[in-house]
């Protein structure tokens, strides 16, 4: 069982910057492969950022590729989405999740964050 905890999120200007934390319980945190999704109102869930378990591959989303970076600290249980040049788009929940390979698809993971609102205004 892996619980996951995400904190980091507030409310922004355009153009600034947060960084999200994602912490981890359990042992085998770092044979997870990690990703973050995120949800706005009225929209469905769609993938932002994915991190194998050695950090050896990560991969975008094209809306926030070359403005998000995901990243992993296994010492710590934790993995971060470091977000830049934020833009009202990017308000959403953001979710960590955790599962048994790297993919895109939000069904291939098994455990799920409670989410965090980030919220970009203009």
């Known amino acids: 069982q892996v619980q996951l905890v995400e904190s980091g999120g507030g409310l922004v200007q355009a153009g600034a910057s947060l960084r999200l934390s994602c912490a981890a319980s359990?042992?085998?945190?770092?044979?997870?492969?990690m990703g973050w999704f995120r949800q706005a109102p009225g929209k469905e869930r769609e993938f932002v950022a994915g991190?194998?378990?050695?950090?050896?591959?990560?991969y975008y989303a094209d809306s926030v590729k070359g403005r998000f970076t995901i990243s992993r600290d296994n010492a710590e249980n934790t993995v971060y989405l470091q977000m830049n040049s934020l833009k009202p788009e990017d308000t959403a929940v953001y979710y960590c999740?955790?599962?048994?390979?790297?993919?895109?698809?939000?069904?291939?993971?098994?455990?799920w964050g409670q989410g965090t609102q980030v919220t970009v205004s203009s």
């Open positions: 991190l194998s378990w050695s950090s050896s591959s990560t």
């Open positions: 999740a955790a599962g048994s390979r790297s993919t895109t698809q939000g069904s291939v993971y098994r455990y």
């Open positions: 359990g042992r085998t945190f770092s044979s997870f492969a």
